[in-house]
């Protein structure tokens, strides 16, 4: 039984989201967003802010809402077009949440206890500095003021439905993403071989033959994240950006020629690989080999190159954000089309698992 994947036989559907915390920072936007833009043109595309998937971090409810908006116009400020793209709120859509309940029946908590990013939060909650595998033993133990809150450990579960919902065959994520969607086909595959059918597909990244990217922080570390607190921000102004590539770490520069590139210059060379001209790129790698290189003048030059794709999507988001009377209609149109999607989905995974109208 496959009616809901019949539908979108004529264009592969593309689906994915972002979760609704702060702004979109060059991580979402080389990893995620910029995927987003090649393919809207082409396939049934679908993408969403994932509302929900914020609350786990259990934002406070004024910026969690403030943050929804933003994310949205951000969308549209970066160049998604809503007529060609599905736009929606994660939360908009309740029948993500009861299929969420349902395929939690078919998922276990010790592969969700096993998730990195879930290792990563519970650490993080818990002040556990150390890499230590005994993670489950602090969680269930007795922590007092600290807890571990159960959708953190089922945030797997919730994407899982936002991509299966929408029988979705491509899902474009940076690295960061790449372990939940392996773990969405493997609910997938599950869910069909216990009920014996062959219903949901097992989605893919989609990274045009290249690799899933991982967009490196500023600060040294390897990638760039909220919580990181290492990020250079769409809508962050000139002066900002600016700084912050000013500042960001470095070394004592090459002694000997052709030295090995330590990680933080590593992270400033892929950050220029993303924006800069090839001939700019090839310049301060030439200098870098014959140790001639001078990080101001390299930071100088990322910042320019930088400042020219995040400025005019600045001065877009601006304009758009203040739009409340725009920002709603995308919203509800988006809503009221992939609810129809879902709703179908949902029908039937209700009747595959025997929830049925006595
Ligand atoms: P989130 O909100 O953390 O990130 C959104 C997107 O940005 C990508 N990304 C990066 N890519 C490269 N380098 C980085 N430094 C970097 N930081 C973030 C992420 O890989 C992601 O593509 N769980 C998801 C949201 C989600 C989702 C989904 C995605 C919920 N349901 C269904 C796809 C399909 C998340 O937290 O992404």
Same mark, same amino acid.
């Given at each position: !039984? ?39 043109? /082409? ?19 004024? $910026?969690?809402? /403030? ?14 077009? %809503?007529?060609?793209? !599905? ?43 150390? =890499? ?13 003021? #600290? ?11 919730? $994407? ?11 899902? %474009?994520?940076?690295? =960061? #993403?790449? #372990? ?35 967009? %490196? ?6 990638? !760039? ?20 590539? !000013? ?10 020629? =052709? ?17 800069? =001209? ?36 600045? /001065? ?31 029908? /039937? ?10």
């Amino acid at each position: !039984m496959n009616m809901n994947m019949e539908k979108n036989k004529d264009k592969k559907v593309v689906l994915s989201g972002i979760r609704s915390t702060g702004n979109l920072h060059l991580g979402n936007y080389f990893g995620a967003v910029s995927k987003f833009l090649k393919l809207q043109d /082409e396939y049934d595309c679908r993408y969403f802010i994932a509302d929900l998937h914020a609350l786990t971090t259990n934002p406070d409810p004024k $910026m969690l809402h /403030e943050s929804v908006k933003n994310i949205l116009a951000e969308y549209l400020a970066a160049g998604l077009d %809503p007529e060609k793209n !599905m736009l929606y709120v994660q939360s908009d859509i309740p029948e993500i949440s009861e299929m969420y309940l349902l395929l939690n029946m078919h998922v276990g908590i010790g592969e969700l206890m096993r998730t990195a990013s879930f290792k990563d939060k519970a650490r993080k909650a818990l002040g556990i500095t150390s =890499d230590s595998d005994e993670i489950e033993k602090e969680i269930i133990g007795n922590q007092t003021n #600290q807890r571990v809150n159960a959708g953190l450990l089922t945030y797997p579960t919730l $994407m899982a439905v936002d991509i299966l919902i929408h029988h979705a065959d491509y899902v %474009p994520v940076g690295k =960061d #993403q790449e #372990q939940h969607l392996e773990l969405t086909r493997r609910f997938a595959r599950r869910f069909n071989s216990f009920y014996g059918v062959d219903y949901f597909g097992e989605p893919v990244n989609f990274n045009f033959g290249g690799e899933a990217l991982k967009v %490196p922080g500023l600060d040294g570390s390897g990638k !760039m994240g909220k919580s990181e607190g290492n990020c250079i921000y769409l809508i962050d102004d000139e002066k900002t950006l600016r700084k912050k590539v !000013m500042r960001a770490v470095t070394d004592e520069g090459p002694k000997v020629p =052709d030295s090995p590139v330590s990680q933080p210059v590593a992270n400033l060379f892929l950050l220029m690989d993303l924006v800069s =001209d090839k001939e700019v790129v090839d310049h301060f790698r030439k200098a870098y080999a014959d140790c001639s290189i001078r990080y101001g003048d390299m930071k100088k030059q990322l910042a320019e190159d930088l400042l020219k794709v995040t400025l005019p999507i600045r /001065e877009r988001i601006l304009d758009i954000r203040s739009n409340d009377e725009l920002l709603a209609k995308v919203v509800k149109s988006g809503a009221e089309r992939a609810r129809a999607y879902a709703a179908d989905t949902l029908r /039937e995974v209700r009747e595959i698992m025997g929830i049925r109208k006595i």
